[in-house]
């Protein structure tokens, strides 16, 4: 089964309402999470480094006070996207780190359409 | 640039076919590397790690040229099941951020 749990796997919004996006680590705790986005046809892009009990670190060109982040306990982050708008529909996924490898296990992904 | 560049897909190939995709990365200080596998509107998962001295698992092979900076994968004898998009990512070590190519899509037909 999953180890990396993500919900909702899809939902759809009005423009300027909020969506929360969980993801769960389910085997193990994990003190860093981390939150991508991939629009169509494109690549996953890292968007922030979600950091337990600290604040996120986001990537360049990242708005921190629209994507909301909270890792408040060790098998939980949430992704919060504020206000949001047609142009931040997309795919969202989670990960951390993997159990057994070097690799990086992904939650299944949410996708958000804002209409 | 781009720090991971792929291949540009799509690749069509029939059953059977061998079939292999590039990437080059552009940070010399590369820690780790991966092939993902992604499936239409689906989470990436891992096919397989890549090591220095290179690595099979069944019909897969991964090479890694740390001096060309160059990773690359084969798959033989391809499935149809194989159909997907492939992702080369790259792990800079930087606080474990994973740094992904642009996909290369796959597609084996009958």
């Known amino acids: 089964g999953a180890v990396v749990s993500q919900h909702p796997s899809w939902v759809i919004c009005k423009s300027g309402t909020s969506v929360k996006i969980e993801c769960r680590s389910l085997d193990f705790q994990a003190t860093t999470m981390f939150w991508y986005r991939q629009f169509p046809k494109q690549s996953l892009m890292l968007m922030a480094t979600?950091?337990?009990?600290?604040?996120?670190?986001?990537e360049q060109g990242v708005e921190k006070d629209k994507f909301l982040i909270n890792h408040a306990s060790l098998t939980l982050s949430t992704l919060t996207v504020t206000s949001a708008h047609p142009e931040d529909s997309s795919f969202y996924i989670c990960?951390?780190?993997?159990?057994?490898?070097?690799?990086?296990?992904f939650g299944s992904g949410t996708r958000l359409t804002v209409v | 640039r781009k720090e991971v560049e792929q291949d540009p897909g799509p690749f069509n190939v029939p059953e059977g076919a061998t079939v292999a995709f590039n990437c080059t990365y552009s940070?010399?200080?590369?820690?780790?590397f991966f092939w993902y596998r992604q499936d239409c509107r689906k989470e990436p998962k891992l096919l397989m790690s890549?090591?220095?001295s290179g690595n099979e698992d069944g019909r897969f092979t991964a090479q890694l040229n740390r001096a060309s900076q160059y990773i690359s994968l084969l798959i033989r004898d391809s499935k149809l099941s194989d159909s997907a998009t492939y992702l080369c990512?790259?792990?800079?070590?930087?606080?474990?951020?994973?740094?992904f190519g642009q996909g290369t899509e796959l597609s084996v037909k009958p």
């Open positions: 990512v790259v792990n800079n070590n930087q606080g474990g951020k994973l740094i």
């Open positions: 990960s951390r780190r993997a159990a057994e490898t070097y690799g990086y296990t």
């Open positions: 940070n010399s200080a590369s820690q780790s």
């Open positions: 890549v090591y220095s």
């Open positions: 979600s950091n337990e009990g600290s604040k996120a670190t986001y």
